[in-house]
Structure formats: C-alpha cells, structure tokens
C-alpha cells in the first residue's frame, strides 16, 4: 500500500463523518478522492462511489432509524422515482456516451473529462445550497406536493446517476420544503433515499467486462463506515447547519479546482 493510497483511505474516514453530520456530500468528497489522488479512472470512481456512498449511508441509516429519525413513508415515495432514474442512467445512458464526445486538432473532449466537468458543476450547485442557510418552514404552511416530490426525485436520479453522487444535497431540501420534514428526520431520511438509489445505480453499473478493485473499494468502504459512525456522534454535539455552510465553502473551492484541472491544466 503507497503513501497516496493511505491518505485516500484516512479522507475515506472524512467522507463517512460529512454524511453522519449533515447527511449529504459524501460523493462530491469520495469522486474527487478517488481520481485525483487514488488514481482510480473517472468512469469507474462514479461506479465505485456509488458502492462507498450507499453501503456507508446505509449503515448511517440505520442507526438513525434505531434513534427514530428516519421516515419510512418518505423514503419510498421519493426513493422509487430515484431508484428508476439512477438505474436507467447506470445501465443505459452512460455506457452509451462515446468516449470522445468532439475532437479537433487542437482540442479534444472525451467522456472522462465531460464527467468530471459536469461533476464539478453539480458541486458548485452543492455548494450554494450549502453555504445559504436552509430555514424550515412552518409543516402547517402548505400541503405535500406529491407531484412535484416525483419529479424532482426522477430528476436527482438521472444527475445522481450520472455522476455517481449519492445526491444528498438536492434530497434534503426537497424534503423540507416538499415534503414538510423536520430537518432532523430529514438527514435520517435522505441517508436511507441516498443508500437505496446509490447501490441500486452500482448495480446497474455492473457489467462483465469491467474489473473493479474490490479490495481499493472495501477498505475505502470500511473507512467511510467508521466515518460516519463519528459523524453521527458528532452531530449531537456539533451544529450541523454551520458545518454545512463551511463545508459549502470547501465544496466550492473544489468544483472550481476541478474545473481548472479538466479543461486549463491539461
């Protein structure tokens, strides 16, 4: 095991205490992670960050149903709408993406390098959510918009699904604004809806003539794991909506580095 390899693993531990704290940014850590400094192909990171990010969400989940903050009802009417968009992207859409998508002499654009852009652009997107503070509203206010939940929840999917995010950053506000959850519930709840359409879009990403690292993905999993069990001892002692706001900041940073690095660096 090289030195990159280990601090990969120790920021693994990182990606798990985002998603125990604030539910959400465990893909915009763990992507980046595993291209820029693990060396992993970009293609292949979206597919194993969505194995690190739902088996480590999935484990969060859990723990936050044994504390009963989790809503059930919720994670199926908005899960199902993701799970089918997440799938069908994995299994369809991506893997019919060329590999170069245009070329010139001087200027070539191929599918990694779209990936990483468009991921980059979902974290900037991120970003701002995060650093604006997210107020609840009165659940008194207005009634569930269940139309709007479905859709909303097909649309995380497909970006969910093309960038191998869990897509937590998108599900949490819809959560408190469409579907009146306590902000609390509602980190619960999206780690469940992100467990779900993450590991059923790895699923869909599986195909005969793709080798996967398992061992890179375990221990990385593992890492996350152990993770986001400190992350959900912290939050009961850490205010989360602050720590969303500085992770935002840090969040940014990283999709305008990303951005700079895919198309001015090379």
């Not at 192909?41 to 969400?57: N, Q």
């Not at 959850?181 to 359409?197: E, H, N």
């Amino acid at each position: 095991m090289n030195i990159t390899h280990i601090i990969g693993y120790g920021l693994a531990i990182v990606v798990g205490i985002t998603l125990g704290l604030i539910g959400s940014g465990g893909s915009i850590l763990s992507v980046p992670i595993l291209v820029y400094i693990m060396g992993v192909e970009p293609i292949i990171a979206t597919a194993y960050s969505l194995f690190i990010v739902g088996t480590t969400a999935l484990f969060g989940g859990i723990q936050k149903a044994k504390e009963k903050v989790v809503d059930f009802k919720k994670v199926v009417l908005f899960g199902i709408p993701t799970i089918i968009a997440v799938f069908i992207t994995r299994k369809i859409i991506v893997p019919s993406i060329p590999e170069v998508i245009y070329a010139t002499k001087s200027f070539t654009l191929n599918k990694s390098v779209l990936l990483m852009i468009v991921f980059a652009i979902v974290m900037i997107t991120a970003s701002i959510r995060m650093i604006k503070p997210i107020k609840e509203k009165n659940n008194n206010d207005y009634r569930i918009n269940y139309f709007s939940i479905l859709i909303q929840g097909f649309l995380i999917g497909l970006v969910a699904g093309f960038v191998g995010a869990g897509g937590g950053f998108l599900i949490i506000p819809a959560l408190l604004f469409l579907a009146k959850t306590p902000m609390k519930i509602a980190v619960g709840t999206s780690l469940f809806i992100v467990s779900s359409q993450s590991l059923i879009g790895f699923i869909g990403d599986i195909r005969p003539e793709q080798i996967m690292d398992w061992r890179l993905v375990l221990i990385f999993t593992t890492c996350s794991i152990f993770g986001i069990i400190i992350g959900n001892y912290l939050s009961k002692k850490i205010d989360g909506e602050k720590l969303k706001s500085v992770f935002g900041w840090f969040v940014l940073a990283m999709g305008i580095f990303i951005i700079c690095k895919e198309t001015l660096l090379k």
